[in-house]
């Protein structure tokens, strides 16, 4: 079965692959720039690729890969809302492929309030009907559509029984993949934890290293407030997985725990998930509070300048709080702007 996509970086991964190889041999000055693009973003350098496509964009408004890529790189910096009105344009455009449908949805329902997504469900839905269309094995495609089908009333195309189905299907197709989707649709519709687990432990029967399923896990017992079992399952999970980024986020969340206390092993594992993936805005923030936590003023300082300069909407206003808190009111103004004028344009991990 093919990985599911966990963070926005991973969606924009698999967006470049797709575009490595759409050059058309009628357009190569429009190639080669969009080349040069990309290897801005292969240097992390997404805020200067984000203006350049921009530009590009603005110039060949109908440039449809262009639009994808634009959202992909928005989406990978968190700009959801930004990210989900590009892919918007790329499909009206006619541009369809699974990533693009799937960063759609993920944008949509992340930039969104839940009264808003009521009136797009039925769009979305279809989108995700087609993403499984041209991707049958994604998994985590498969749990999306099972969960509008499950939980949209049948006027916007609800369908238990579909959703089911779906489920059942891919039991058959992979037992392990889909035993874990049966104890996501469990905990989703609030069944008895004995039966959530009972899935998810058969699932490792299936597969001892399903990354999906041990930090499934591994959240079940943090929320349990049992944090020596959550350790176990998570530290599997980045055993079996050890590129997922999100794995030593949660490690990291797990030390930083009260009950566990463990700040610099928690920093450690923050910076591991940066390292994977630089954008991945929770982790910055748990790094940049680590830093807080112990007094080490000026790294937290520049962890919340990263956090601002690569996710400026993540958390925004809580960033220029905890920087004015930071930085003496007296001086507060003038650091703040000196700081972001003198960081280099290219971003730094």
Known sequence: MKNTIRTPLGILSVILLLLAGTASASAQTEDSELTAIRR???????????????????RHPGHAEAWELLGAIRQARWDFAAAA???????????????LLRGWIEAEGRSRSNISLVFRARRLK?????????????????????????????????????????????????????????GVRAKEEKRPDAT???????TLQYNPQHSAALRALGKYWMD???????????????????DDPTVYLSLGRVYRDKRVGMEEESAEQFRKALEIDPFLAPARMNLAEH?????EKQEAIGEYQRLALNNPTYRARDVRRRLRRLIRPATAGDTIIGAFSSMPARLVR
Do not use: C
């Open 40 to 58: 801005q973003i292969e240097r992390y350098e997404y805020r200067l690729a984000e203006s350049s496509l921009e530009d590009y964009v603005e």
């Open 85 to 99: 009105a590009a892919y918007r344009k790329a499909l009206d455009l006619g541009r369809e492929n699974a990533p």
């Open 126 to 182: 279809r989108s995700a009907e087609r993403a499984l269309e041209l991707d049958p094995y994604h998994v985590e495609t498969r749990a999306i559509l099972a969960a509008y089908y499950y939980l949209l009333p049948g006027f916007l195309g609800g369908d238990k029984q579909r959703a089911n189905r779906l489920v059942e299907e891919l039991v058959e197709l992979s037992p392990a993949d889909g035993y874990y989707l049966m």
């Open 196 to 202: 959530i687990l009972d899935h998810w432990v058969t």
């Open 224 to 242: 349990q407030d049992s944090t020596a079992l959550a350790l176990d399952y998570y530290r599997r999970a980045a055993a079996a997985d050890p």
């Open 291 to 295: 830093y807080e936590t112990v007094g």
